[in-house]
Antibody, heavy 118, light 112 residues
Framework: QVQLVQSGTEVKKPGASVKVSCQAS????????MHWVRQAPGQGFEWMGR????????KYSQKFQDRIAISRDTSATTAYMELSSLTSDDTAVYYC???????????WGQGTMVTVSS | QSVLTQPPSVSGAPGQRVTISCTGS?????????VHWYQQFPGTAPKLLIY???NRPSGVPDRFSGSRSGTSASLAITGLQAADEADYYC????????????FGGGTKVTVL
């Protein structure tokens, strides 16, 4: 079945970086755009950026522009999101999500909890 | 502060109809971008509930319906059930340079 499986829980110190993976299966990976969204505890969703899995083109939210990198490995059908210079404000669940042609996120990863604490 | 505005909570008795509003602006919903709705239970990933303003994915009951008009959209739940108690989020796109995808702040639906 079509699914996105993310890497596991991370605990990081302030100033560190984190890299979260999102492995796709059950569909043609390169034909979709993958987005990354985060949700802080008790809060709503915040869009971070996206990658076209086919040509690797990326777009980022201005808020994260200076410290985010989204990449993909087509042979492994996996997308990655790396966030650097972490602070406690980055404590959140990070989701990858597949975008449909109509602009909706039809498939979501299970989420990866990232905790930033000294 | 979310770009799209939703009421923090709505409630209703079983069997009743509730609606959730999602208010945007001329750079997102008012620009003609579609609105999509998601349902999220605690500790789980969101699930697509309505796409393209008023379409239901396969498997979503027809008790859920969506609409869009001007700079706003709405989600309606009829025949409210205990299983509908969850958080609901609207999502669209925005033509501003700073962000491309925008979400509402979420609405908690409580079944009384």
């Amino acid at each position: 079945q079509v699914q996105l499986v993310q890497s596991g829980t991370e605990v990081k110190k302030p100033g560190a970086s984190v890299k979260v993976s999102c492995q796709a299966s059950g569909y043609a990976f390169s034909t979709y755009i993958m987005h990354w969204v985060r949700q802080a505890p008790g809060q709503g969703f915040e869009w971070m950026g996206r990658i076209s899995a086919g040509n690797g083109d990326t777009k980022y939210s201005q808020k994260f522009q200076d410290r985010i990198a989204i990449s993909r490995d087509t042979s492994a059908t996996t997308a990655y999101m790396e966030l650097s210079s972490l602070t406690s404000d980055d404590t959140a669940v990070y989701y990858c999500a597949r975008l449909t042609e109509g602009g909706a996120f039809d498939i979501w990863g299970q989420g990866t909890m990232v905790t930033v604490s000294s | 502060q979310s770009v799209l505005t939703q009421p923090p909570s709505v409630s209703g008795a079983p069997g009743q109809r509730v609606t959730i509003s999602c208010t945007g602006s001329s750079s997102n919903i008012g620009a003609g971008y579609h609105v999509h709705w998601y349902q999220q239970f605690p500790g789980t990933a969101p699930k697509l509930l309505i796409y393209g303003n008023d379409n239901r994915p396969s498997g979503v009951p027809d008790r859920f319906s969506g609409s869009r008009s001007g700079t706003s959209a709405s989600l309606a739940i009829t025949g409210l059930q205990a299983a509908d108690e969850a958080d609901y989020y609207c999502q669209s796109f925005d033509s501003s340079l700073s962000v491309h995808v925008v979400f509402g702040g979420g609405t908690k639906v409580t079944v009384l």
